[in-house]
């Protein structure tokens, strides 16, 4: 009984071995798989993360129209001037001449002062700067924005300390903000763009690359009818499962190499958050992994043709970036497309990542990603068993 | 042509390519953003003080409608841990004494925090709770000048004396379906038209037949690209048109230069992704290849055309990268036309750009040629 149970494992590693072998060969031996396992993984975030790597917009360009040109108006210019997200290219004479320079792109905002600014003041009525800000660039906007209304806020206590002749400094200081504020940005201090995006984009590459691999792999087979050499192993019951673990492991070993590289040189090399525990990172990467390939085993049922998998799968992406909850705040996707995104891993990857790496939580808080993982593994296994066994079924035919 | 159009009906590829995916995409991103702005983000209050004063404060930060506060703490921890595992993207924090402190002057602070790993759930809670606190001292500071004797409207110009009037250009209410989808849109469209078309071409060769099309085109290279891809141009055109009509009519998004000058831009646009379509499939003519290449340019196209993060603030040398993608043309003179109305003579080089693109394939015709007479497929 034992013997025959031994037998069993050894014959069944042994198959594992040989499909494991043939994968890896049909790998290496194909240009077009070779650039999607290897090529892109290396070049792509190397790429994003220059792109991003000034992390934040600083010194967006303005110009000034100063219909009032007092002391205050060139107080308030220069204290804009003197922040780094705001840079005052010029002072224009008129509305016109400052949308003459939105329009040539010379600047993205505009500042104006009315002729009666320092009269309001002076006569303790509000006094308004208007701030006009092209909006192709939101990140410009917020900068203008925040930078005006800091600058708003400075002035005023000023002025009010001002009008207060007689008070002590510590009741102006109390008279004008009697509530102190401080606000904290926890996890990616400098709001940038970098550190928000590229962890993210990172677990969708490796989905991505992973599921049209393994669709265009299994296209190509289908093209050479390639399929039935895999026959003789599904003619014993468990010969699905082998084949299956087979070609899991040899994805497995690739792809784990290029996590290190993903997950670990790349943020180090872009100074990345990078507070997850590595332990941690591990564990959660090998079901994410697995759920990828088993995924995309399912799917490579609809892909017959080595090229149409490229087509199929990549305009996936910017989809599943969105439905995931990363770039679009999870609370505001809609019920119907959240629940559709819980049938792709890079859903529960990208949170659980951003979560370790970002936000430095352990596998215990990451209850909900790892069990939709390992639903996942459950399901998209068995489904992987059935579309191999119907490729070769039908191919025997 | 007659031919290519029974392809098309043969096969299920194509009608999900001309039709189905297109739809969804459109269908996709305008139901995941009908809202504009995300709304009722889910926030912490963790209120030590528990005053009448304090929780004055936290129902005014839930009626913000971005703000919706799922959770009054009694500590810090608690709310922290929630963070951690993204069920809340900001703590509100009010100290204890708070009320006793604002009373005797002794200059309380609040603190909030925003999760700035989720970068727009986290800047819009920050607006809204920096508002709050710049109001609530706002507020106090009323009180004690009314209590001085000042009318309300007096105190009001006091506290504020210089007020920011902000007028965002072209997208009023700051709404990210306008900023987003416009863009998002017509860039998923190109990806599918690049890599459909490098299909389209790399397909003849593999089924061995590219000679006797090329015979049946007179071996004329032209007539072939013509006829072959008019079907498709036709096709994609239509579904341009589709989309201009639901994002500038249906949807009433931004479109100051007229209906007219967006659906000619979207055809330029779309032309020209046919155009590189050929220039990659010309330039590798092994299928899998091309296809790869499409799908890198294609998708690098969405963050170096600069819209979410613009390309003035990228290193020099991918600035002028971005020149080589037609989606940031296609950017630029969206921009120019659909939300600020600029005329012509701002944006001529997109224009220009986007011509030069078609007049690539035709420096790489004769290698077409050769790839179609030689007709060697490899995988």
């Known amino acids: 009984m034992i013997q025959r149970f031994l037998k069993q494992i050894k014959a069944g590693l042994s198959d594992l071995l040989v499909v494991w072998r043939d994968e890896f060969s049909l790998v290496i031996h194909d240009n077009a798989i070779l650039m999607l396992f290897f090529v892109a993984p290396l070049l792509?975030?190397?790429?994003?993360?220059?792109?991003?790597?000034?992390?934040?917009?600083?010194?967006?360009?303005?110009v000034v129209v100063d219909y009032c040109n007092s002391p205050e108006t060139r107080e308030f210019r220069r204290m804009c001037d003197a922040t780094p997200d705001v840079n005052v290219v010029g002072v224009c004479a008129n509305m016109e001449e400052a949308k003459e320079a939105l329009r040539n792109r010379e600047a993205f905002g505009i500042m104006v002062f009315p002729r009666d600014f320092s009269n309001a003041l002076a006569h303790k009525k509000h006094a308004y700067v208007e701030l006009y800000s092209d909006m192709s660039s939101l990140l410009y906007y917020k900068c203008f924005l925040l930078t005006a209304t800091e600058v708003s806020l400075e002035m005023n206590k000023e002025i009010q300390v001002r009008d207060m002749s007689g008070a002590t400094a510590r009741e102006e200081e109390v008279s004008t903000t009697p509530i102190e504020y401080e606000d904290v940005?926890?996890?990616?201090?400098?709001?940038?763009?970098?550190?928000?995006l590229i962890p993210g984009f990172l677990m969708l590459l490796i989905q991505q690359t992973l599921i049209i691999g393994i669709c265009a792999l299994s296209g190509s087979l289908c093209d050479k009818k390639k399929y039935q050499t895999l026959a003789p192993l599904l003619r014993s019951r468990r010969g699905s499962f082998r084949i299956i673990f087979g070609k899991a492991l040899c994805y497995m070993m690739f792809y784990g190499l290029m996590s290190v590289y993903l997950l670990w040189v790349i943020p180090t090399v872009f100074n990345l958050p990078r507070m997850g525990d590595a332990w941690n990172i591990i564990a959660f990467m090998l079901p994410y992994l697995a759920a990828c390939i088993f995924f995309g085993m399912t799917i490579s049922i609809f892909i017959k043709e080595k090229e149409t998998a490229y087509i199929l799968i990549a305009f996936t992406s910017l989809i599943f970036l969105f439905i995931s909850g990363l770039s679009w705040p999870g609370c505001a996707v809609?019920?119907?497309?959240k629940s559709i995104s819980y049938l792709f891993p890079s859903t529960f990857g990208l949170?659980?990542?951003?979560?370790?790496?970002?936000?430095?939580?352990?596998?215990?808080?990451?209850?909900?990603?790892?069990?939709g993982l390992m639903v996942q593994i459950c399901v998209y296994f068995v489904f992987a068993t059935l579309v191999v066994r119907h490729r070769i079924q039908r191919e025997e035919v | 042509m007659k031919r290519e159009c029974k392809r098309i009906i043969s096969r299920k590829l194509y009608i999900f390519c001309l039709l189905i995916i297109p739809l969804f995409c459109l269908f996709f991103f305008l139901s995941l953003m009908n809202e504009g702005l995300p709304t009722e983000i889910p926030t912490a209050v963790v209120d030590a003080d528990n005053s009448a004063l304090s929780r004055r404060l936290s129902r005014q930060l839930d009626a913000f409608k971005q703000t919706d506060i799922v959770l009054h703490a009694k500590d810090f921890s608690e709310a922290r841990k929630l963070m951690q595992k993204g069920?809340?993207?900001g703590i509100y924090y009010i100290p204890e004494g708070f009320e006793h402190d604002v009373l005797s002057f002794r200059q309380p602070k609040v603190s909030f925090y925003t999760n700035n790993s989720y970068i727009v759930a986290g800047s819009m809670l920050f607006r809204d709770m920096k508002t709050l606190s710049v109001l609530g001292s706002a507020a106090v500071g009323r009180e004690l000048r009314l209590a001085k004797g000042e009318t309300m409207e007096q105190a009001m110009i006091d506290l504020q004396p210089i007020v920011i009037d902000s007028h965002p250009l072209g997208n009023p209410q700051v709404n990210y379906a306008i900023y987003l989808c416009n863009v998002l849109l017509p860039g998923l469209l190109s990806v599918i038209i690049v890599m459909l078309t490098v299909y389209i071409l790399g397909s003849e060769v593999k089924e061995q037949r590219s000679r006797e099309v090329l015979s049946m085109a007179g071996n004329d290279i032209f007539?072939?690209?013509?006829?072959?891809?008019m079907p498709y141009t036709l096709s994609f055109m239509l579904m341009a048109t589709f989309y201009d009509v639901v994002l500038y009519r249906f949807m009433g998004f931004p479109c100051n230069n007229g209906l007219a000058n967006m659906l000619l831009i979207s055809y330029l646009f779309v032309w020209a992704s046919q155009a590189l379509g050929i220039l990659l499939y010309s330039l590798a003519p092994i299928m899998s290849i091309s296809l790869s290449f499409a799908a890198f340019i294609t998708m690098l196209s969405f963050s170096i055309s600069g819209f979410t993060f613009p390309v003035g603030e990228m290193p020099r040398w991918l600035q002028i990268a971005a020149n080589f993608f037609p989606l940031r043309h296609y950017f630029v003179l969206y921009a120019n036309n659909g939300l600020n109305g600029y005329s012509f003579q701002y944006a001529w080089p997109s224009y220009v750009a986007l011509l030069i693109f078609l007049f690539l394939p035709i420096l790489m015709s004769f290698r077409l040629r050769q790839v179609y007479l030689n007709s060697v497929y490899k995988a």
């Open chain 1, 44 to 62: 792509y975030p190397v790429i994003y993360s220059l792109i991003y790597n000034n992390e934040v917009a600083r010194e967006a360009k303005m």
């Open chain 1, 185 to 196: 940005a926890f996890f990616n201090p400098k709001s940038g763009f970098a550190s928000f």
């Open chain 1, 334 to 337: 809609p019920w119907y497309w």
């Open chain 1, 351 to 371: 949170q659980g990542f951003v979560k370790i790496n970002s936000m430095g939580a352990s596998l215990p808080d990451l209850r909900t990603e790892c069990i």
């Open chain 2, 87 to 89: 069920e809340i993207y």
């Open chain 2, 223 to 229: 007539t072939l690209l013509t006829g072959k891809l």
